[in-house]
């Protein structure tokens, strides 16, 4: 038996990285999973990473997985994408909200088109998607919902601050999407608690090497001995999806510091373990 048989998932941001191994992992505890992302095949987009090779490969597992094209930036698109999960599944039990969309620039140089963009992404749509997957899960009285943050969200503090490269790698911006999504999960997470439906959210311990950080230069490579494996994230995403609603919900946490707590790893370190994390982490 695993963990999300029967279970209609959703995760967004499925074509690579960290959202590709949560689609895997579910799927591989029974879950019917929708993976939607806006690149469908592989050569679509610069980087690695498709819909059509994470679904092939959980399919190849005997896992069920279907490809969704989707650009959550857009309301609409996010409408069609839980009206095409209830086609598949007949309603959403679980979604991740995982889709992140980031420009490392300076505000003082930062173009109005793109920070629009990237908090459509990063924090829009997890509110319209979360919106449309509480109308199966209220009258259901059940259902889970996962959100994605980043150690970003913990910011730089107060200055002054002596070492120029402080705050100039730019994350100013995803920064403060992530805090907000860490707060938005708690607030939701305690209006929804009395129908039954948990809300949380997690980060990494330690950045986790995928095409996106290679990219952004926050690992060297995806075999950084470094970073965290991410099947650490998924595997912590997936003990948020299906443990009891009274032992997270309104959780804000890190990947090695939950599962180290809940038995799911011998020993943790990074970010919730060896140093504090933010400050709706320790509420």
Request: aromatic share 6%; proline share 6%.
């Amino acid at each position: 038996m695993g963990r999300l048989d029967g279970k209609v998932v959703v995760v967004t941001g499925a074509s690579r990285g960290i959202g590709a191994e949560i689609a895997r992992v579910f799927a591989a505890e029974g879950g019917r999973v929708v993976c939607a992302a806006r690149t469908l095949r592989e050569g679509d987009h610069p980087l690695a990473g498709s819909l059509e090779t994470t679904v092939a490969g959980i399919r190849a597992s005997g896992g069920d997985a279907h490809a969704v094209t989707a650009n959550i930036a857009e309301p609409a698109e996010c409408e069609r994408l839980m009206a095409a999960a209830r086609e598949i599944g007949g309603r959403v039990d679980v979604l991740v909200n995982n889709a992140a969309l980031t420009y490392y620039l300076p505000i003082a140089e930062y173009p109005l088109n793109k920070w629009l963009r990237s908090w459509a992404v990063n924090f829009h749509a997890p509110f319209v998607l979360s919106q449309l997957a509480l109308a199966d899960m209220v009258p259901r009285r059940a259902g889970a919902i996962v959100n994605i943050s980043s150690g970003a969200a913990i910011g730089p503090g107060r200055g002054p601050y002596p070492d120029p490269a402080v705050g100039a790698r730019g994350g100013t911006c995803y920064g403060a999407e992530k805090a907000a999504l860490e707060r938005f999960t708690q607030g939701l997470a305690s209006e929804v608690y009395r129908h039954g439906i948990s809300v949380t959210c997690v980060s990494p311990s330690q950045v986790v090497p995928t095409p996106g950080t290679v990219h952004h230069r926050l690992v060297k490579s995806m075999d950084d001995p470094r970073g965290e494996p991410v099947a650490l994230m998924a595997r912590a995403a997936l003990l948020l999806a299906t443990e009891p609603l009274d032992r997270v919900s309104g959780r804000v946490t890190y990947s090695q510091q939950i599962l180290t707590e809940f038995g799911w790893l011998a020993e943790g370190r990074g970010r919730g373990v060896e140093t504090r994390g933010s400050g709706y982490s320790e509420i």
